[in-house]
């Protein structure tokens, strides 16, 4: 029968066994010192030496133990295996449930599709769940591997904050980059595929949704007196949530920059589509009196005057000449071209 709790049962240590999961994507121990062991029967998890453990909420034996574990408040299991949802925190006694959003970089997959990460995490225990793969996670678990990795719950929120934003702006200047080439090559006449500035501009503005809120997560866990956070820990979260805010502010420049590109882009197809029906029109007013003529004398009626002339159609052709001369210096004076 499955205990309901609020809360670890136990004040100490955490053991290894209510830490086992087998379809786990990587269970781990910190080791305080940058580096980390695998979660075993034996291990202890304590607040010096917190345990992380790395889940995909998709797989049959995750769902039970978040189902069934006693180190999880019943508030937090759906949250953990639940539907998606806007960056959010919120606090539950000594716990923390915190809903980020990362760049997407798996294959077949656009960057503006944002993947999700959820984080349940106290002094002693970090729970973090997904279904695609975040490689900003991936990021602190090889540092983890090469002992440069979070020493402590705090610390590990922090770097996987900094790593989130950092593929954040990367992908924010990736845009602005193209927004340049577009700039650029209206400068030269030239307009875009068709549905490039589309996609840019849903981009923007997708990544604007969430990364605003996002921001006030990395705000607001920057002021709580969370117990598991040092205040090196907070200062470094308010560094990471202001460089967000600068992407932010290039964000909302960039969206103002695809409306104009956009105006732009319109007003050169118009232009173009001007210029084409000028030059339609101009070669009509040309050629309106020629074929006028070559319709009156094409009809097959008696009396039709030089139609015994062996020379009457090259001097119609002559004179048809003449008329086109005539129209094309009388649009040059009425400045028509």
């Known amino acids: 029968m499955r205990l309901k709790e609020d809360a670890v049962t136990d004040t100490n240590v955490i053991s290894g066994e209510q830490l086992k999961i087998q379809d786990a994507v990587y269970a781990l121990q910190l080791d305080g010192k940058g580096g ?15 345990c992380w453990l790395h889940l995909d909420y998709a797989r049959q034996e995750t769902q039970r133990w978040l189902t069934n574990s006693v ?17 959010r925190v919120t606090r539950l006694g000594d716990g923390t449930m915190i809903t980020l959003r990362s760049i997407n970089f798996n294959n ?9 990460i959820r984080l349940y995490m ?10 695609r793969k975040v490689y900003a996670i991936d990021e602190v678990l090889t540092d983890l591997q090469n002992g440069t990795g979070p020493v402590s719950s705090g610390d590990l929120l922090v770097q996987v ?19 340049i080439d577009l700039e650029d090559n209206l400068l030269d006449q030239q307009v875009p595929e068709r549905g490039q500035l589309a996609l840019i501009r849903k981009q923007l503005i997708v990544l604007r ?13 920057a002021s709580e007196r969370l117990p598991w956070m040092t205040d090196d820990d907070r200062r470094r979260m308010q560094d990471i949530s202001d460089r967000l805010g600068r992407g932010l502010d290039d964000l909302d420049g960039s969206i103002a920059r695809t409306a104009i590109l956009a105006d732009e882009i319109s007003n050169l197809m118009a ?3 001007n210029r084409r029906t000028y030059t339609m029109s101009l070669l009509a007013m040309l050629f309106l009196p020629t074929t006028f003529l070559t319709g009156l004398f094409g ?3 008696g009396g039709i005057p030089g139609n015994t002339s062996p020379v009457a159609f090259a001097t119609f052709c002559f004179l048809l000449v003449l008329l086109c001369v005539f129209v094309v210096v009388w649009l040059k004076r009425s400045k028509w071209l």
């Open 71 to 87: 180190l999880l408040p019943d508030s937090v299991r759906e949250c953990l295996g639940g539907e998606s949802m806007r960056p």
């Open 271 to 273: 232009d173009a589509m």
């Open 299 to 301: 009809v097959n009626l």
């Open 161 to 179: 904050a900094d790593a989130l934003t950092d593929h954040a702006s990367e992908f924010i200047e990736d845009l602005h980059d193209k927004i």
């Open 122 to 131: 106290t002094g002693k225990l970090v729970v973090s769940t997904r279904h």
């Open 108 to 116: 077949d997959s656009r960057p503006d599709q944002l993947v999700v």
């Open 209 to 221: 949704r969430y990364m605003a809120p996002q921001r006030d997560v990395f705000a607001r866990l």
């Open 36 to 50: 980390s062991v695998p979660v075993t029967d034996l291990t202890q998890a304590t607040c010096e030496h917190p």
